[in-house]
């Protein structure tokens, strides 16, 4: 009967062990499962730090890779053999690190020119998020960042999202525009029915109060989809008509293809 050898780290070859291939070449080299491990130090008597690695970035099936550490728990992780409270919680640790290394580019003042620029801005928060969340993103006449808020969390119907709130903030920081963006924690961002008649309720109420709806920009997971884009806030009263928004499905799809990111 053959078998294959269980390798520990001292026997895989110097040049492909983890922290010689960073220190050699830089941590951009290493794989997901290498980063993971440097971070684990230590595997087990059968499994090394990269194998258990490799476990940990196919724990979820529903979120393969390093997006399951966004989803991760403590108990999940402690269920692979060698994972124990205080690796499982370093681990969370990191997650969120990550998290607030995205966000520390998130600053007043910051040009948000473009829905790309707008859709970078947030996406590596609001694409992790289980729940839909809304954000109100204030500009100055600049295009300038002045304030980006989560006003609506948890499981939000759009189709029921009051306008009130949001014109609350864009008067307190007193904006010269704004934008509004969700989340589908599907993955993908195209637009509903409800997406459509929340986006016609908010327009309407900021021409009303002279601050205009600049863009609503739906996050995917590494896609994006913007109102503006697809055409669908080029008239000065906006239409939410069926045959309206059959129209621009085609447009928008093309958009959500356009905005996938590798």
Not at 138 to 154: C, N, P, Q, T, Y
Request: charged share 25%; hydrophobic share 40%.
């Amino acid at each position: 009967m053959s078998f294959m050898k269980h390798l520990t780290i001292r026997e895989i070859p110097y040049s492909e062990r983890p922290y010689e291939k960073c220190e050699n070449y830089g941590p951009g080299i290493l794989s997901d499962a290498e980063l993971i491990a440097v971070i684990m130090r230590s595997g087990t008597h059968d499994m090394t730090s990269v194998e258990m690695a490799g476990r940990i970035l196919t724990l979820s099936e529903t979120y393969p890779g390093l997006m399951g550490l966004y989803h991760a728990t403590v108990p999940e992780l402690m269920s692979i053999p060698g994972i124990g409270r205080v690796k499982a919680v370093q681990l969370m640790c990191v997650a969120e690190l990550s998290k607030r290394m995205a966000r520390m580019s998130r600053v007043r003042g910051r040009e948000l020119w473009t829905a790309d620029a707008v859709a970078a801005y947030l996406m590596e928060e609001m694409r992790t998020l289980e729940t839909e969340h809304l954000y109100s993103v204030m500009l100055d006449g600049s295009s300038r960042l002045i304030k980006a808020e989560d006003v609506f969390k948890g499981t939000v119907n759009m189709s029921n999202v009051s306008p009130r709130e949001i014109l609350r903030l864009a008067l307190k920081y007193d904006a010269a525009s704004l934008i509004v963006a969700h989340n589908h924690p599907s993955g993908d961002p195209s637009p509903s029915d409800a997406d459509f008649e929340s986006t016609w309720q908010i327009f309407n109420a900021c021409n009303m109060i002279g601050i205009p709806l600049s863009d609503h920009i739906i996050i995917g997971d590494n896609t994006y989809v913007s109102f503006s884009e697809a055409g669908m806030l080029e008239n000065s009263e906006y239409r939410i008509s069926k045959e309206y928004n059959l129209q621009n499905k085609e447009q928008t799809e093309r958009i959500v293809k356009c905005h996938q990111k590798q």
